[in-house]
T-cell receptor
Framework: DAGVIQSPRHEVTEMGQEVTLRCKPISGHNSLFWYRQTMMRGLELLIYFNNNVPIDDSGMPEDRFSAKMPNASFSTLKIQPSEPRDSAVYFC???????????FGPGTRLTVT | AQSVTQLDSQVPVFEEAPVELRCNYSSSVSVYLFWYVQYPNQGLQLLLKYLSGSTLVKGINGFEAEFNKSQTSFHLRKPSVHISDTAEYFCALILAQKLVFGQGTRLTINP
């Protein structure tokens, strides 16, 4: 299996622009998680899905952030409009119904100038 | 509230020396505990996990951890480190499917 796939790996954008991050979970996994990592706040869970349904979005910082999972093999995290404080590494992870282990993607490093 | 505390933000050791990375947790219910490793510019990779059973858990790359319920600890150990172990290490517990991470410990290996 190719593992969790994220794109793009790096994104540089200007403040006010829309940013879309993409994730393809491991085939057969039914749970998908979006995390954000910063020096100041460490690793934070933003939102997670079970069977394509959002279960807990309490970590989404504000209305500028939205996430979708239209099918079992694809999810997006959108920031509109982006701000410099959104600069971080965003990770996607997935897990199977038989295991508590979460498998992480390589991350997307977002820089908002 | 459930939480994880990693007591050391940085741990420098010499190559081939033993290392212990400390982790304490707070939970009012039974816990499942994890150690993840993050190499530079990469995602997180599972080192080991404790779900139940033996309190001594062996993981990949020669690492092991011991679950100690009375001390609410889950310290990570390796008897002899290598340069390739340079990375950030995260302790975590799982709460209703959500991983709650500690702040991480940066392990640096000096030759």
């Amino acid at each position: 299996d190719a593992g969790v796939i994220q794109s793009p790996r790096h994104e540089v954008t200007e403040m006010g622009q829309e940013v879309t991050l993409r994730c393809k979970p491991i085939s057969g996994h039914n749970s998908l998680f979006w995390y954000r990592q910063t020096m100041m706040r460490g690793l934070e869970l933003l939102i997670y899905f079970n069977n394509n349904v959002p279960i807990d979005d309490s970590g989404m910082p504000e209305d500028r952030f939205s996430a979708k999972m239209p099918n079992a093999s694809f999810s997006t995290l959108k920031i509109q409009p982006s701000e410099p404080r959104d600069s971080a590494v965003y990770f996607c992870a997935s897990s199977s119904p038989r295991d508590y282990e979460q498998y992480f993607g390589p991350g997307t490093r977002l820089t908002v100038t | 509230a459930q939480s994880v505390t990693q007591l050391d933000s940085q741990v420098p050791v010499f190559e081939e020396a033993p290392v212990e990375l400390r982790c304490n947790y707070s939970s009012s219910v039974s816990v499942y505990l994890f150690w993840y490793v993050q190499y530079p510019n990469q995602g997180l990779q599972l080192l080991l996990k404790y779900l139940s059973g033996s309190t001594l858990v062996k993981g990949i790359n020669g690492f092991e951890a011991e679950f100690n319920k009375s001390q609410t600890s889950f310290h990570l150990r390796k008897p002899s480190v290598h340069i390739s172990d340079t990375a950030e290490y995260f302790c975590a517990l799982i709460l209703a499917q959500k991983l709650v991470f500690g702040q991480g410990t940066r392990l640096t290996i000096n030759p």
